[in-house]
T-cell receptor, first 114, second 114 residues
Framework: KNQVEQSPQSLIILEGKNCTLQ??????????LRWYKQDTGRGPVSLTIMTFSENTKSNGRYTATLDADTKQSSLHITASQLSDSASYICVVSLEATNAGKSTFGDGTTLTVKP | NAGVMQNPRHLVRRRGQEARLRCSPM?????VYWYRQLPEEGLKFMVY????????ESGMPKERFSAEFPKEGPSILRIQQVVRGDSAAYFCASSPGTGIGEQYFGPGTRLTVT
């Protein structure tokens, strides 16, 4: 069983709507939790990084939250745009610099339709 | 400041040939990570290197795969005697090795084995 579970697996929304993606993890304790956006055919791009002690982090229309008690993180996208169509990946890292100690979720594929 | 560069972007090899994938990290970054992404799957960690050192290769297949990050030049991921199952996108990421481990990804190399 993957220690980082993302839901839903895929999501379709209309342009302008908000959405929330979920990440449940069992990795604990951890150094940081990251959300990435990966466009089709491209490398992932970092959206937010939160340390264990942070509850929320924003990057424009993207807001990530972290609840260490329930071991859940969410990524909220406000006023979606067509360019938000991508895969969103949650990553939990035991150590800051060693990616070998990171666990990747399988991602949520978001499609924004006009 | 140029981002992480990978070449080639696309590589076609016949079964049994060798594949060499190159990664030039961002300027000032001394840590390199390689990931593999099979079609319709999430990113999987392969190896973490610093200059002239392999730090963590827990994600590397035991045979046919090797990686290096020499003192001068790019990091190289080498796959010997490729098989069809090696067809995937291979991503490289780099980080400065300090702070909370922000990783910057390259555009990937798409390997197709025929």
């Amino acid at each position: 069983k993957n220690q980082v579970e993302q839901s839903p697996q895929s999501l379709i929304i209309l342009e302008g709507k908000n959405c929330t993606l979920q990440c449940n993890y069992t990795v604990s304790p951890f150094s940081n939790l990251r959300w990435y956006k990966q466009d089709t055919g491209r490398g992932p791009v970092s959206l937010t990084i939160m340390t264990f002690s942070e509850n929320t982090k924003s990057n424009g229309r993207y807001t990530a939250t972290l609840d260490a008690d329930t071991k859940q993180s969410s990524l909220h996208i406000t006023a979606s745009q067509l360019s938000d169509s991508a895969s969103y990946i949650c990553v939990v890292s035991l150590e800051a610099t060693n990616a070998g100690k990171s666990t990747f979720g399988d991602g949520t594929t978001l499609t924004v339709k006009p | 400041n140029a981002g992480v560069m990978q070449n080639p972007r696309h590589l076609v090899r016949r079964r049994g040939q060798e594949a060499r994938l190159r990664c030039s990290p961002m300027k000032g970054h001394s840590h390199v990570y390689w990931y593999r992404q099979l079609p319709e799957e999430g990113l999987k960690f392969m190896v973490y290197l610093q200059k002239e050192n392999i730090i963590d290769e827990s994600g590397m297949p035991k045979e046919r795969f090797s990686a290096e990050f020499p003192k001068e030049g790019p990091s190289i991921l080498r796959i010997q005697q490729v098989v069809r199952g090696d067809s995937a996108a291979y991503f490289c990421a780099s980080s400065p090795g300090t702070g909370i481990g922000e990783q910057y990804f390259g555009p990937g190399t798409r390997l197709t084995v025929t």
